[in-house]
């Protein structure tokens, strides 16, 4: 059996039905290539069938990252695949989008736990066997490789998944992918459930890949991944940072970085370039507007933080008394960078590029301007102050509204009162100032005035991204449209409005809250502007 596990992410599909989570196509493609540089095996770009947008978005990702660019090993394309129902109207959106990919993989899906089969597809288990063998072959005779999920494997009885997935096999599918589609099992038994797959499913041979996909709803996630894997699993399904419908997925750096640290346990390897992780987490993060917890594995702010007497006197005398691994191996720099107002731009570039930005000219000038802009207020300019100038300056849609000025007066002397100055899409510069219960209220209340539609804000998260009292604040809003944009789910009759996320960072936290959520803002009138239509995440009858 091999001692290499491949990564499958679905940070762009299962990761972005997290309520709120939903990414631009454009922030999906610098998702994908990020994903693609760090060395993720498969990266499953979106579900194709959910809407004209996300078809464009996973084409283009199998187009731009589904091909070696220039110079680039041919080994290190990633697969890039799309998912589909098992229908024949799915799977064709499907291999219309990933078909510009050097190597394309279609992903179908069908339900196999009694549950599942009763009450939401109302077939009996005959017919689901007969869909599957039908809708695998028809798949193969697409694409040479094909994935299949028994959606719910997790409450399925073991002997009928046997002889599902022994038809699957049969039918051609190359990956047989186990899903604990609602996180109900625990570590025993879902090493029982994947070695007696691996033992029992008939034509099971070295040529079929099982693959785990487990979910986090009694935060078992990685542990049942892990299971899957010493069970024989060699493809795990993981998100960055752990995203998902309800409480998530497995999380990518939590399963890379364990089959690392206890490589003695497991013998196992992967692709993954470890030191590209937390740059990749920061971006999905600023992407959807989840912020990552402070107690996060791997990739939270306190990962590597050390507060407790004994613990710090420990890491004085030795790294590993407390630390099971190097900071330096994620991706997180524990030097300081000295980096200030006599800085110059070749300096600046060569940082972003040991951090993973590579910049052209044009970006570097934009980069660089607000580099000075803040060194002229901060003595230091830290790596995660960086991060937060490319996530500002990069990592947003393109500016319908810009805030170009902002004036508060707060306090308990007076009403709290903001003054907006922005420049709308006629280049046109907008003046209103506006009362509020505080001053980013006030500051909401008066780019409401003049941007004119309809949110409600569900979401506002506010921190400190460096120590000191000139530490760069960042600022995550998500916002829900409240009309205009709505969409009817594909199998059900409820009606979902649209979430969006912003972000923004500055030295003033008032103007770190305006730019988050003008961003936020920008999101929602662009996919009114486009029609674009809701993408995988409100599709509840999904894999996951």
């Not at 987490?281 to 507007?289: A, D, I």
Request: hydrophobic residues 40%.
């Amino acid at each position: 059996m091999s001692n290499y596990v491949k990564i499958f992410d679905t940070t762009l599909r299962d990761g972005e039905q997290s309520p709120g989570a939903t990414m631009t196509s454009a922030e999906k493609l610098e998702v994908a290539r990020s994903l693609a540089r760090m060395g993720v095996d498969i990266i499953e770009a979106g579900f194709p069938a959910a809407s004209p947008d996300d078809l464009e978005a996973v084409r283009r990702i199998a187009a731009e990252v589904g091909n070696p660019a220039s110079g680039q090993d041919e080994a290190r394309v990633p697969v890039i695949t799309g998912l589909a129902r098992a229908n024949k109207s799915d799977i064709d959106k499907a291999w219309e989008a990933i078909q510009g990919a050097q190597k394309p993989r279609i992903h179908t899906f069908l339900a196999t736990s009694p549950i599942h089969m009763k009450h939401k597809l109302k077939m009996d288990p005959e017919e689901v066997v007969q869909r599957v063998s039908e809708m695998v072959a028809y798949a193969r005779t697409l694409c040479a490789d094909v994935e299949f999920s028994p959606e719910d494997a997790g409450r399925s009885e073991p002997e009928f998944l046997y002889v599902v997935l022994g038809e699957a096999i049969k039918s051609g599918a190359t990956t047989l992918n186990i899903p604990d589609t609602v996180g109900y099992t625990t570590p025993d038994e879902f090493y029982k459930l994947i070695d007696g797959i691996i033992k029992h499913t008939p034509g099971m041979h070295e040529g079929i890949t099982v693959s785990v996909h487990c979910h986090d709803d009694l935060g078992l996630a990685t542990a049942n991944t892990l299971a899957g894997i010493s069970a024989g699993a060699r493809q795990a399904e993981v998100t960055i940072n752990g995203i998902g419908e309800r409480a998530g997925n497995t999380s990518l750096e939590e399963v890379v970085m364990t089959l690392k640290t206890r490589h003695p346990i497991f013998g196992l390897e992967t692709g993954i370039e470890t030191k590209q992780i937390a740059r990749v987490s920061k971006l999905v993060s600023n992407y959807t507007g989840m912020v990552v917890q402070p107690n996060k594995a791997i990739v939270g702010a306190n990962a590597f933080a050390h507060e407790a007497g004994i613990h710090q006197d420990g890491m004085l005398k030795h790294q590993t008394t407390y630390e099971i691994m190097r900071p330096e191996d994620v991706g997180v720099n524990q030097t300081k960078l000295v980096l200030g107002k006599h800085s110059g731009r070749h300096a600046l570039r060569n940082r972003l590029a040991e951090m993973g930005h590579s910049l052209d000219e044009a970006e570097l000038d934009l980069a660089f301007a607000r580099f000075k802009e803040l060194a002229d207020r901060k003595k230091v300019i830290a790596d995660a102050d960086l991060e937060a100038i490319i996530a500002d300056e990069f990592y947003r849609p393109r500016d319908v509204f810009y805030l170009e000025g902002l004036q508060v007066s707060c306090g308990t002397l007076g009403m709290p009162t903001a003054t907006v100055r922005l420049r709308g899409p006629d280049r046109v510069i907008h003046n209103f100032a506006s009362m509020g219960t505080g001053p980013v209220d006030a500051t909401y209340k008066a780019i409401d005035a003049i941007v004119g539609t309809p949110c409600k804000l569900l979401e506002f998260n506010i921190h400190a991204i460096t120590e000191g009292i000139d530490a760069l604040g960042e600022v995550t809003v998500r916002i829900q449209s409240e009309n205009g944009l709505h969409t009817m789910d594909a199998q059900s009759e409820g009606v979902f409005s649209r979430v969006f996320g912003g972000h923004g960072a500055d030295t003033d936290i008032i103007v770190a809250s305006a730019k988050a959520y003008i961003n936020a803002l920008n999101k929602l009138i662009i996919a009114k502007t486009e029609g674009a239509q809701p993408v995988a995440n409100n599709f509840g009858v999904m894999l996951g």
